[in-house]
């Protein structure tokens, strides 16, 4: 038998998953960007608990794929990163406790302003990059100064295309097409790479998402 309908979202490895990626949202943007996050994979989770008590696959899909379109790496995502803990430990296990860090960036606002090659940027950097990790809720506003790149705005634009796109699986879902709404909620997994890979891809991506939601039920 597999888990109730009631059962805590907290529970059980895809619990575990759910909360991890959440807290993981709170950190990128703030507790109701998580909360936004929680609500969606949970409502996956009742309409395939709904249809296959065992089944788990749709909600992982969801809840991983989701993060995914919702955590995109941007100019202050990308400064979280650098700044992590455990980033600096990887530094340290390569080098050593003095290993000096420097990274090399290529923004696309400024490749917009005509810098074609990466600029390297050193450990006298780091409160800039804690200037940008602070500046964090003004993503995606009028007063974000990286809103207007083409690829920012792909990315915030696929993010609630998305939610749509699994409101009509969970409506639709059923124990014969489980597999076919796992797939679908997986589309998002082949967008990535640098700013024109990730363009190209995300297009296709798309394009492949309507057409097999026109086709699903």
């Known amino acids: 038998m597999g888990a109730p309908l009631d059962r805590p979202p907290g529970r059980g490895r895809a619990g575990q998953l759910i909360e991890r990626l959440a807290a993981d949202l709170v950190d990128y943007q703030s507790a109701s960007y998580a909360t936004r996050f929680r609500d969606v994979v949970a409502n996956a989770r009742a309409a395939e608990q709904a ?62 302003m005509g810098k074609k090659n990466k600029m ?61 709404a796992t797939s679908i909620a997986a589309l998002p997994d082949q967008v990535r790479g640098y700013e024109h890979i990730k363009l190209g891809r995300a297009e296709r991506y798309r394009v492949e998402l309507a057409e097999r939601l026109k086709s699903f039920g």
Not at 85 to 111: C, D, F, I, M, N
Not at 142 to 167: C, G, H, N, T
């Open 51 to 112: 249809v296959d008590a065992d089944s788990v696959g749709f909600a992982d899909a969801v809840a991983r794929n989701l993060h995914k379109l919702m955590a995109y790496k941007d100019e202050y995502e990308v400064a979280r990163l650098m700044l992590l803990p455990e980033s600096r430990a990887a530094y340290e296990a390569v080098g050593g406790a003095k290993t000096k860090v420097t990274w090399r960036l290529h923004p696309p606002a400024l490749r917009a």
């Open 120 to 180: 390297e940027f050193h450990q006298r950097s780091t409160p800039v990059f804690k200037a940008l990790r602070a500046a964090k809720r003004v993503r995606g506003t009028v007063a974000d100064p990286f809103r207007w790149a083409k690829v920012r705005r792909i990315e915030r634009a696929m993010i609630p295309e998305y939610i749509k796109a699994l409101a009509t699986l969970t409506t639709k879902l059923t124990a014969d097409n489980l597999a076919d």
